[in-house]
């Protein structure tokens, strides 16, 4: 049994928000690995029985909303006596990577983000598998609260989809695989693309204009036989 965790918040109001990007992962999943099922209520969230691959999943949504995503992992884990190293896979939305975009981790730090945060808090650590989802930068007029409560622009929704499907094959291929494999099959090497400076804010480009009209005076100077000024 593996147990697949996608962190969002319950609510109408939030579906298609940057934060319920781990829900929507698990709708995907559903719709293609547990077509027929009857979603379950239990462990506080939502739950799904489902085949992928080689595993016998249990599909899961907490509705304790995000702060409160451990108290369902922690159940779960118990009640099925699971090994979060080996069996957990929490799926959550990340800022630090570009909309489109995914990345596959074995083990790691919170981040700052609440619903990884509480897990840590119940499982005394934060050695399992996780996929973040990119959900892009927060701008800088706006607070990181209001961003991932925000729904994603239309304008960015094909590359969300990209991003669904992705997570969805870079689990299929864990379960036939390992999570190594899938590292090094879905995860992209990322470059920040630099800001770009308007020429009279650069101050390397100022310098060189300046040695440039620097050297010109120099010259004439010397051909005129008087002092630059």
């Not at 579906?15 to 209520?41: C, E, P, Y």
């Not at 016998?56 to 118990?78: D, H, I, W, Y």
């Not at 239309?154 to 379960?175: G, P, R, T, Y």
Request: hydrophobic letters at 35%; charged letters at 25%.
């Amino acid at each position: 049994m593996k147990l697949i965790v996608g962190l969002g918040n319950p609510g109408m109001q939030y579906n298609n928000t940057r934060h319920n990007a781990g829900f929507m992962v698990v709708d995907a999943l559903a719709s293609k690995f547990a077509v027929g099922q009857i979603a379950k209520s239990r462990f506080n969230s939502v739950t799904l029985d489902a085949n992928i691959g080689c595993e016998k999943c249990l599909l899961m949504k907490p509705t304790t909303f995000m702060n409160k995503s451990g108290q369902s992992v922690g159940e779960a884990l118990r009640f099925f006596k699971l090994d979060p190293q080996d069996d957990l896979l929490v799926i959550v939305d990340d800022i630090a990577l570009p909309v489109g975009s995914i990345r596959i981790r074995k083990s790691g730090g919170a981040g700052g983000h609440n619903g990884l945060s509480d897990i840590d808090r119940v499982l005394g650590g934060a050695s399992y598998p996780r996929i973040r989802i990119g959900v892009g930068e927060v701008p800088r007029v706006m607070n990181q609260a209001d961003w991932v409560l925000s729904k994603f622009m239309s304008e960015e929704m094909d590359k969300v989809n990209e991003s669904l499907q992705k997570a969805s094959n870079a689990i299929e291929h864990i379960f036939d695989h390992d999570i190594t494999s899938a590292m090094n099959t879905f995860n992209e090497k990322l470059v920040k693309p630099k800001r770009k400076e308007h020429p009279n804010d650069n101050p390397a480009e100022n310098s060189n204009d300046d040695q440039a009209v620097q050297s010109t005076k120099s010259k004439e100077s010397t051909n005129n036989n008087t002092p630059a000024t």
